[in-house]
């Protein structure tokens, strides 16, 4: 499955043009911070491109370690700041919005990190670690609202003339938020179902009855689910291709918890075969020809019986892997498609 990037929907600074062929006192100090947050968003944009489109943790650690230099440099800037002609809105909304950004980048970050290592145990884990993910990034985007809105302020009140745009780079930074939130919805859809199929092969490994059968059922449940909450699922700029993925994968899973009743059956036959075998094994050297013929017959039907099995979990793990690669491709290329690269 594609590792989880940790990914906030943050716009960062604004961008804001100035009309004035010279700038002004004022101006002058709106431009010396938005120069500052543009630093901010040119880091924050290739290590969340690493992030997608890279394979090597080494890397996406430099990546983090190079924003986190920035914000850290961007942070002693934005303290020395001095208030503009006494007022002190703009500073301390504009320290508040930086030290958020550097606390989410540290130490929520380490938390995130932590919560990630432990979420694929459970299905509960995982929805906790990607809400997680969203408290932080609610958390550096109310601290944006309050600094856009003492920038506007300042500018108001200085009598500064703002055309605010869109940028190339504003523009990818809110696609970048976008797709990783419609991602992970999706991959909850199907997390659900794929760690619910994982109790139940452990169950299969462990030939525990009463816990495939307990499994087999929960995952039926889930499997239904997941459809009923595909069937509603608006694509993502009308690409169907994560929920098309994960409605191959649970209607694998709900085909698998129908099915596999056939593993039960195999289980409690040849518990029965060992049985006979260790009684055979255990009778005295006088056994009759007829004995001998009617072991070798219990001999031949569990060599059958386990030539069917065998090839009734090869059918299944055959179309597992295709429905599991189905998942893997479709997330990559929407990752592709729908992160920028730097």
Known sequence: MKRLAFALACCLISVTSLRAQTLSPAQKYLATITNQGNLISAKYMSYMSEMAHGNKLKKMEQKRKELLNVLRNVESTAVRLKPFNGDTALKKSYVHYITIMNSV????????VNMEEIAEESYDQMEAYLLAKERAEEKQNEAYEQFDLAYDKFAA???IHLIHSEDKMSRKLKQIGEANHYYHRQYLVFFKV????????DAISKKDVNGIEQNKNTLLKYAVEAQAKLDT???FRRDQSLIAAVKKYAQFAKME???IGFVTEYI??????EKIKKAFNTRSSTKSQADVDQYNQQIDQANKMIGKYNQQMQQLDKSRTQALNAWNSS??????????KE
């Not at 980048?105 to 995130?112: A, L, P, Q, S, V």
């Not at 794929?194 to 092969?201: C, F, P, V």
């Not at 997330?331 to 920028?340: A, D, L, N």
């Open 157 to 159: 009140d200085n009598d």
């Open 257 to 259: 918890s129908e099915k």
């Open 331 to 340: 997330g990559k290329v929407f990752f592709e498609s729908y992160i920028p």
């Open 194 to 201: 794929y760690k619910q199929e994982a109790y139940l092969l």
């Open 268 to 273: 409690l036959k040849m518990d029965e075969f």
């Open 233 to 235: 699922a608006k694509p």
């Open 105 to 112: 980048f540290n130490e929520d970050y380490g938390k995130i």
